[in-house]
C-alpha cells in the first residue's frame, strides 16, 4: 500500500513552525478565507496547486515542501538509523555514508529553508507589532 504526502498537514506543519496562526494566514490569503476555512484546508490530503502556490508565496516555502515532504517517511528513515531501542549509546552500526558534496547540498538547503523561515517569522513579527500599533 503506497503512503501519500498529505499536503494539508504539511501546510499545517509548516505554518505552526513560522509561528503563524491560522487567523493570520487566512487574513494574508484574503477576504475569503477565515480560520475555519483554514482548519478544513488543513484536513486536507489534496490542496488545489493554485492555492498552494498562494501559499507557498506567502509562508515563503517553495511548493515543492507542501508535496513532497512525508512525516511518515522521515520517522521510519529516523527510526531504522537504530539498530535497537536503546538511545544511551546512539551508535549506528551500519551508517550509511553520503557524499561530501551531497551532504554540503543538504546543508545548503535546509540552512536556506531555515533562513526563510527566521526571516518570514521576523516578518511577521513586525507586520503583528504594527496592527497591535494601530488598535484604538
Known amino acids: 500500500m503506497e503512503h501519500k504526502v498529505h499536503e494539508g498537514r504539511n501546510i499545517k506543519r509548516f505554518r505552526e513552525m513560522l509561528g503563524l496562526k491560522q487567523d493570520a494566514l487566512a487574513y494574508e490569503l484574503g477576504d475569503d478565507w477565515n480560520q475555519k476555512k483554514i482548519s478544513l484546508l488543513e484536513q486536507k490530503e489534496v490542496i488545489d496547486f493554485t492555492l498552494l502556490q498562494q501559499i507557498s508565496a506567502i509562508l515563503k516555502i517553495p511548493v515543492e515542501a507542501f508535496q513532497n515532504f512525508d512525516e511518515e517517511q522521515a520517522v521510519t528513515i529516523i527510526s531504522n538509523t537504530f539498530n535497537d531501542s536503546s538511545m544511551l549509546n546512539a551508535i549506528n552500526q551500519n551508517p550509511t555514508f553520503f557524499p561530501v558534496e551531497e551532504i554540503k547540498r543538504l546543508h545548503e538547503e535546509k ?5 526563510r523561515m ?5 516578518e511577521m513579527m513586525a507586520k503583528l507589532e504594527k496592527l ?3 488598535r484604538p
Open 111 to 115: 540552512m536556506a529553508l531555515y533562513e
Open 118 to 122: 527566521l526571516k518570514e517569522k521576523d
Open 132 to 134: 497591535l500599533e494601530n
